[in-house]
């Protein structure tokens, strides 16, 4: 049973382009998560998906970023028109339903997308 | 709202000598409390955890963790490192009530022969 599946591991952008990282969850699981790790911080809540629904976005900037996680296929996160502050570790983390709430361990985290913006 | 601070960057260390990693929280509601491990080029794995009980917790390969209420404070202890224990160590919390986890920056430890 694969883990979880971030590509590309590391992406490179010019300021202004778009940006799109993927996460294919492990077999079976419905739940996804998106974090955010800016250089010399911890990883920040971002979003909250599941299947064709966005159940919790309150980490999400306003502008730019947004994410789905369609029936078929892995979840994306997208971010337009990049600028240097974006620069970060994306980490996806999936689980079979809602994030193993008493114990985590059934929450997995993905090997994460390393952006980074010229 | 929690916050995590983990008060180390760097620890080098060397094979077979303890290593402590240091993480202390802020929480206005109870939070339970992880450690994530990250081996190069992996996913973050959790290490442990405390939920409630005993404030001593043992994870995976020999590490032990401490919770201290007072002191706010969830330090990670090995007694006897291996090279193999070379990784990033990420101490989180969360509230009982929710599922967002909240990180520290992350420690790097290096162990050396």
């Known amino acids: 049973n694969a883990g979880v599946m971030q590509n590309p591991r590391h992406l490179v952008r010019r300021r202004g382009q778009e940006a799109r990282l993927r996460c294919s969850p492990m077999?079976?699981?419905?739940?996804v998560y998106w974090y955010r790790q800016l250089p010399e911080e911890g990883l920040k809540f971002m979003v909250y998906?599941?299947?064709?629904?966005?159940?919790?976005e309150s980490g999400m900037p306003k502008e730019r970023f947004s994410a789905e996680f369609p029936k078929e296929g892995p979840s994306i996160l997208r971010i337009q028109q990049v600028v240097r502050g974006d620069s970060a570790a994306y980490f996806c983390?999936?689980?079979?339903?809602?994030?193993?709430?008493?114990?985590?361990?059934?929450?997995?985290f993905g090997s994460g997308t390393q952006l980074s913006v010229l | 709202a929690q916050s995590v601070t983990q008060l180390d960057s760097q620890v080098p260390v060397f094979e077979e000598a303890p290593v402590e990693l240091r993480c202390n929280y802020s929480?206005?509601?109870?939070?339970?409390l992880f450690w994530y491990v990250q081996y190069p080029n992996q996913g973050l794995q959790l290490l442990l955890k405390?939920?409630?009980?005993?404030?001593l917790v043992k994870g995976i390969n020999g590490f032990e963790a401490e919770f201290n209420k007072s002191q706010t404070s969830f330090h990670l202890r090995k007694p006897s490192v291996h090279i193999s224990d070379t990784a990033e160590y990420f101490c989180a919390a969360r509230p009982s009530n929710d599922y967002k986890l909240s990180f520290g920056a992350g420690t790097t430890v290096t162990v050396r022969a």
């Open positions: 998906l599941q299947k064709e629904n966005i159940i919790d």
């Open positions: 405390y939920l409630s009980g005993s404030t």
């Open positions: 983390a999936s689980s079979p339903n809602l994030g193993d709430r008493d114990s985590n361990e059934k929450l997995f």
């Open positions: 077999k079976g699981h419905s739940h």
């Open positions: 929480s206005s509601v109870s939070v339970y």
